[in-house]
């Protein structure tokens, strides 16, 4: 994985990560106007920010952007616990 | 049902390998205080749940400890995966080799294999909330004996994170906890 494609994925982890600690907040304080507004904002960013990326490296979720014509990308690309490595070789089976 | 999101919570490259720290690490995989116990404490104990939000609490912060649990696996992957035989056996994980090769399995620090024992799920919300409370405490322990273990960065930052969500999760089992509470107490009001 080069440094742009990292920069990139941890623009949508710390987008995710700002979303998921709202989403908790919100759990327990579920009329809280102003967390629900701020977690729609960093929604929409989310989702324009990991279209981007799935179009341009693949997908993070199965049916996301990264949905490829000819190939099925979810499996053949790296997986995250080793994607420094450029992830694991092609095998057809 | 959960669909699986292709990435970790937080970016994990570890350069170095380490056969001693991936020993120490790998009890948050599978020991007492480990993210797999988090994650089924949690998730068995939201059916039984008296309101809505404690419910969602616990629904999402077991989900979160699936993804801390991938999270504490990929450390202990990345740091045994270029392990020689030799280093292996220095670090005294012999007998984890014979059994399990590099693979990740959950056991605690002592070699000891997950167990659903070192943990509770009862009816008794007010009960489980406070087992909750106590269980990211531990967790948040052990994340800071972990450190004080290590001193290569790749590894201290996650670790520095992950001990950081227990205290985040601390919190919100204490509203949910307050909030059961007078929830309990306004049924008593007739």
């Known amino acids: 994985m080069d440094a742009t494609q990292q920069s990139k994925l941890l623009e949508i982890q710390s987008l995710e990560f700002s979303l998921y600690d709202l989403h908790l907040f919100l759990d327990t304080h579920p009329y809280c106007t102003d967390a629900l507004s701020l977690y729609k904002e960093y929604n929409n960013m989310l989702e324009e920010t990991k279209c981007e990326y799935e179009r341009r490296y693949g997908p993070i979720s199965p049916g996301g952007c990264g949905l490829n014509e000819k190939s099925w990308d979810w499996a053949l690309k790296p997986w995250p616990w080793n994607q420094s490595q450029g992830g694991m070789k092609h095998v057809d089976v | ?190």
């Open chain 2, 1 to 190: 049902m959960w669909m699986y999101e292709k990435k970790l919570q937080r970016p994990i490259n570890i350069r170095n390998g380490d056969v001693r720290m991936a020993k120490a690490i790998i009890t948050q995989y599978g020991g007492p205080d480990g993210e797999l116990g988090a994650a089924v404490r949690y998730l068995s104990q939201r059916y039984t749940m008296p309101t809505n939000e404690a419910t969602a609490v616990l629904n999402d912060i077991g989900t979160e400890e699936l993804g801390h649990m991938e999270m504490v696996s990929t450390m202990v992957y990345q740091l045994m995966k270029n392990a020689t035989p030799e280093q292996i056996k220095e670090a005294s994980l012999a007998g984890y080799f014979a059994d399990h090769g590099r693979a990740v399995y959950p056991i605690d620090g002592g070699g000891n294999p997950f167990t659903a024992a070192t943990l509770q799920s009862l009816e008794d919300p007010i009960a489980s909330l406070h087992e909750d409370l106590a269980a990211e405490q531990k967790a948040r322990a052990t994340y800071e004996y972990l450190i004080q273990l290590c001193d290569d960065p790749d590894v201290l930052e996650p670790l520095r994170f992950l001990r950081e969500r227990e205290v985040v999760h601390f919190q919100r089992f204490g509203e949910a906890l307050r909030q059961v509470q007078e929830y309990k107490d306004m049924k008593k009001v007739f």
